[in-house]
């Protein structure tokens, strides 16, 4: 995650949103073709959904993830239905998560996912499906953001560009949340009990592997920050909470 914070304002945000009223090819309510058709547009704002996920499939021969329109999905490796690197619900109504990046204001306390699923604001998210790669727009207030997904043709790494533009003229004190529910095999029900997570005390980089994997033995899967990390936890139960939920985790004091 590469977060970046500035002051001032930001032009490309002002586009985007202005783009709004700007017509788009077939557009049908939520959601068209950019003019030169290289990019389908959605605007969702008050609330507003697609009637089932309009997902963006992007892939190289050895790695791949699937990213919907309000930040649903999954991340496979080799094999999209046999190694599953995080979990997918396949459910058209919930379209839930099995990875979520978090804002939060530290000084306010509130929070948000960059996406418009599992914990939204109130304001208009922009999501553009392009030819390998996805991003989400969202101006919350005086802060703008933009989350762009997306991957190296020839290897195997899902990478998530954060990009926030604090327009306030004063300094914010941000943090943020990167969230995954790993799998490393078909579906999390049979692979919960196996899978082993830990961190690199030199590195910091966090890795998972499932060693019960036999048609994909000896994978190690990884995830990496190019920030500092200051708190991590391999405990849903500290995460989540036995009650709470992805739009309310205990762990922003909900």
């Not at 990019?39 to 697609?50: D, F, G, M, P």
């Not at 991340?75 to 995080?86: F, M, V, Y």
């Not at 300094?171 to 009990?193: A, F, R």
Request: with cysteine.
């Amino acid at each position: 995650v590469n977060n970046s914070v500035n002051n001032g304002t930001n032009n490309y945000a002002s586009n985007s949103a202005n783009s709004n009223g700007l017509p788009l090819k077939f557009y049908n309510g939520l959601g068209g073709f950019s003019n030169d058709g290289r990019e389908y547009i959605i605007y969702l704002k008050n609330n507003q959904a697609t009637p089932a996920p309009w997902v963006n499939v992007i892939s190289n021969r050895n790695f791949g993830f699937i990213v919907s329109e309000s930040g649903g999905g999954y991340t496979w490796a080799e094999n999209s239905r046999e190694n599953r690197l995080t979990a997918w619900s396949n459910d058209w109504v919930t379209d839930s998560q099995g990875e979520v990046i978090y804002v939060k204001d530290n000084d306010s306390g509130e929070y948000w996912s960059i996406t418009p699923s599992p914990s939204r604001n109130k304001d208009l998210y922009v999501i553009k499906h392009g030819f390998g790669y996805s991003t989400f727009e969202n101006r919350h207030e005086d802060l703008w953001q933009e989350l762009l997904l997306f991957m190296p043709v020839n290897d195997t790494v899902k990478i998530s560009l954060v990009t926030l533009f604090n327009e306030s003229g004063k300094g914010k004190k941000l943090s943020m949340y990167y969230y995954i529910n790993p799998v490393l095999g078909v579906h999390e029900k049979d692979t919960m009990q196996y899978v082993r997570a830990r961190m690199d005390k030199e590195t910091g980089i966090v890795t998972a592997e499932n060693p019960f994997n036999a048609e994909f033995p000896g994978r190690l899967a990884f995830v990496e920050s190019s920030l500092p990390k200051d708190s991590y936890t391999f405990d849903y139960l500290e995460f989540v909470g036995a009650y709470g939920s992805l739009k309310n985790p205990v762990c922003f004091g909900s």
